[in-house]
């Protein structure tokens, strides 16, 4: 997928914290601990890293499911942290997410129509025969007979629930997705149906998404631009094109190592990593990837690298990297 055209800024996220209390002492995990970016206007900024790195916190902070312990979020201008519940509320019509299992994110109790008209009764749209109208046109819309919003969730597939999903994160016309792991949870061959429908859709309603997702060439795929967690931090950002071509930190790099080629005579050099991922109650000093970096050096552990623009368009945190030690020292607000 091409870069997006358009750079007017939908969302701005600036020294995100969130940390959470460890029941019976005064330690914290250090879940997101100081990360910023921004999403675009139509736009999809995949976000991946490997499974606790803090992905899923940070969507759940950008729309407040959860508290954020600091920093800034600005949504169209609008600082969504200081926001009382009744302008939240009245936010989160613009603001939607489609989660990563299916099968819990659907009410068992509620029929389809339900479910998907919910949204509907929550903020008062419509009549009754407007918002019956609505559901029929939404479950049309993500592939799916209007017939079944009279049927339970559990009568579906995977791939039919992740539809419903879909249809009702439509339903108030939002401008912005949280796609939290949406087809991991998913048949391989369904996967492919259901980002073909959230690409169809981005063009047709004009959404931006946050992807997050630990598949790396699902991402590819779908983004526009991506960032790489590790522990909590961004360590790089980039167009999907430059990151995948040119990965420059040495964690994207044997991230992508990993990726499966279809190809059995097609080999890759794979970058294995050693040791575990340090807890993030206690992260290393200086770079939180030096205990497992092949390239570390005694610097690493006394300068914490922050996200600078070394390429036009492509940030990254490592002092080893050509070029770092003299970019600008600012934060980038890619």
């Known amino acids: 997928m091409s870069p997006t055209s358009s750079r007017d800024t939908l969302v701005k996220v600036k020294g995100l914290v969130k940390h959470f209390p460890v029941e019976g002492s005064d330690d914290v995990v250090r879940a997101v601990d100081g990360v910023s970016f921004e999403i675009f206007r139509g736009e999809t900024l995949g976000l991946v890293g490997e ?11 950008l729309l407040r499911l959860i508290e954020p312990t600091a920093g800034e979020i600005t949504f169209e201008g609008r600082d969504v942290v200081s926001l009382g519940k009744h302008e939240l509320r009245e936010l989160r019509r613009e603001m939607q997410i489609v989660f990563q299992d299916p099968y819990a994110s659907l009410n068992p109790r509620m029929k389809v129509g339900s479910i998907v008209g919910e ?6 749209i419509g009549t009754k025969k407007e918002r019956r109208e609505r ?3 939404l479950l049309k819309r993500v592939g799916l007979n209007p017939d079944y919003s009279k049927r339970y969730a559990h009568e579906f597939s995977g791939g039919q629930r992740q539809r419903i999903g879909v249809a009702r994160t439509l339903a108030l016309n939002p401008k912005l997705i949280v796609a939290d792991e949406p087809v991991s949870a998913l048949d391989v ?4 149906q259901v980002v073909n429908l959230l690409q169809d859709l981005q063009k047709e309603y004009k959404l931006a998404y946050l992807f997050i997702s630990h598949g790396l060439a699902v991402v590819e795929h779908i983004s526009n631009r991506v960032a790489v967690m590790y522990l909590g931090r961004i360590v790089e950002i980039a167009t999907a094109a430059d990151l995948y071509a040119q990965p420059l930190h040495p964690y994207t790099k044997a991230l992508l190592s990993a990726i499966p080629i279809p190809d059995p005579k097609h080999k890759r050099e794979r970058i294995v990593l050693g ?3 340090p807890t993030p109650i206690n992260p290393p000093s200086g770079c939180r990837f030096r205990t497992r970096c092949p390239i570390a050096i005694d610097e690493c552990a006394q300068i914490d690298p922050e996200l600078r623009e070394v390429l036009p368009g492509h940030s ?5 990297v050509p070029g770092w030690d003299k970019a600008s020292s600012s934060e980038s607000s890619l």
């Open 189 to 192: 061959s369904v996967q492919a």
């Open 275 to 277: 040791g575990d991922v």
């Open 135 to 137: 559901v029929a046109e």
């Open 119 to 124: 949204p509907l009764v929550i903020h008062n």
């Open 316 to 320: 990254v945190a490592c002092i080893r």
């Open 51 to 61: 499974s606790g790195c803090g992905k899923s916190t940070v969507g759940r902070c």
